[in-house]
Every structure is written in C-alpha cells, then in structure tokens.
C-alpha cells in the first residue's frame, strides 16, 4: 500500500465551483501535514499546512482526521488560476532524527471558463 | 528569499558514466532532500539528509548515492547511469521540525 495516496483526476471543473480533494496516509507516525501546489513545469511550493483543527486560508480549506488518517483540501470559488497539480504531503520522523517527507501522486485539477 | 539551486536545468549523459548533481541552499537548513518525478508515479523520496554527513535511504535509493559535505550542498551521484534514471531531480530543503520544504527548479536528466 502506497505511504500517501491520492485520487490522480483530472477534476475539470467551471470557473466558480467548489471542488474538494481527499488524500490518505498509511503510517499512524506521522506527524505533520502540508498540501503543496505544482504548476506545469515548475516546483512544487506550499499552499497551506493541514492542522487537526482544521485551517482557511481564503478560498482554502484544509482538514485533518488522525482517526481515520485522512486529510482533505476544499477550494471555494475556483478561478482559472487555481489549475494545478495539488499533492498531498505527509512528514514523519526518520530513524537517524530527520524530517522525512513523503509525496502523493497528486491530483490534477482544471477549472474551465 | 529562500534560494536552492540546482546545478544544471537539464543534462544528457552516456549510459554508465558517473553522475553527479549538485544542490546548494542559502538558508542554512538542515534538512535536504533530493526527489525524482516520473509521470503518474509522482515525487518519490530518494535520499534525504538531516546533518552534514548523515543521510538517510528514502524510498527508491538503489542505483543513487549521496553525499553531505557541508551543510548548505548536497549531492546526488548516479553510480552508474541507466537509461530507467531518465526524469526529472529535484532537489529540497527545509528546518528541523515540521516545516515547509523550499524545491530547486529541477534536473532534467535524460540518459542515452
């Protein structure tokens, strides 16, 4: 079983919408969580850290379940700016004390006029 | 700005030469991390390090090595380059702690 997965999509969707991605972790150790935005041919970069509590920023909405090893990601009002690759992140210790980061496939998410 | 930097944007290389990419952070992070990304099988964790000269396998580290000199450069070393290490590197780094990865802009490597 893959460490993080991820619904590949592509979700193609009106300007507008709301759209909402899922992601699950199979390691009960991990400790922290991100969702990372990737445009076509650059880096990945942060869009928002994932807290128990759940977290907004804007139009984005994270939320974390440890229960069920479950995080998600809702963006409101989806604008055309908004198409990427979102991919869900997980850190967990590694055996030597560092911070092991582990990648989802990523979700591909067009929003269309 | 937090700046990585990646050696080279794109590299073509012999099968079975020695490769050597190189990563360079200028926030003094002890963390780094060197990824691979391949379509539909996203960014797989190849060696990261925590420390200078403490590394740690990831989840793909056959045929790859690493090495940590000083703590702003990290290198990654193709033994021996095969044609399945075609793809594109990408190098990370970030604090100790639950913190936020910063990426170089990549290496694309295509062996011949």
């Known amino acids: 079983r893959k460490e993080v997965e991820q619904d590949p999509g592509p979700f193609n969707v009106p300007e507008g919408a709301t759209v909402a991605f899922n992601c699950t972790y199979s390691?009960?150790?991990?400790?922290?969580f991100f969702w990372y935005r990737q445009d076509c041919r650059k880096e990945p970069k942060l869009l928002m850290s994932?807290?128990?509590s759940g977290n907004e920023d804007g139009r984005f909405t994270a939320q974390l379940n440890r229960a069920s090893q479950y995080i998600s990601l809702l963006i409101r009002d989806s604008k055309l700016s908004d198409s990427a690759t979102y991919l869900c992140?997980?850190?967990?210790?590694?055996?030597?004390?560092?911070?092991?980061?582990?990648f989802g496939t990523g979700t591909q998410l067009k929003v269309e006029l | 700005d937090v700046k990585v930097t990646q050696s080279s944007r794109y590299l073509v290389k012999r099968t079975g030469e020695k490769v050597f990419l190189e990563c360079v952070q200028d926030?003094?992070?002890?963390?780094m991390f060197w990824y691979r990304q391949d379509p539909g099988l996203g960014l797989r964790l190849i060696y990261f390090?925590?420390?200078?000269?403490?590394?740690e396998k990831g989840d793909i580290p056959e045929g790859y090595s690493v090495s940590r000199e000083k703590k702003e450069r990290f290198s990654l070393i193709l033994e021996s380059a095969s044609t399945n290490q075609t793809s594109m590197y990408l190098c990370?780094?970030?604090?100790?702690?639950?913190?936020?990865?910063?990426f170089g802009q990549g290496t694309r490597l295509t062996v011949v």
């Open positions: 390090s925590y420390d200078v000269k403490m590394k």
């Open positions: 390691n009960s150790a991990s400790q922290s």
């Open positions: 992140v997980v850190n967990k210790e590694g055996t030597g004390g560092g911070n092991k980061l582990t």
């Open positions: 990370a780094s970030s604090f100790r702690g639950m913190t936020e990865a910063f």
């Open positions: 994932v807290y128990s």
């Open positions: 926030m003094d992070h002890e963390n």
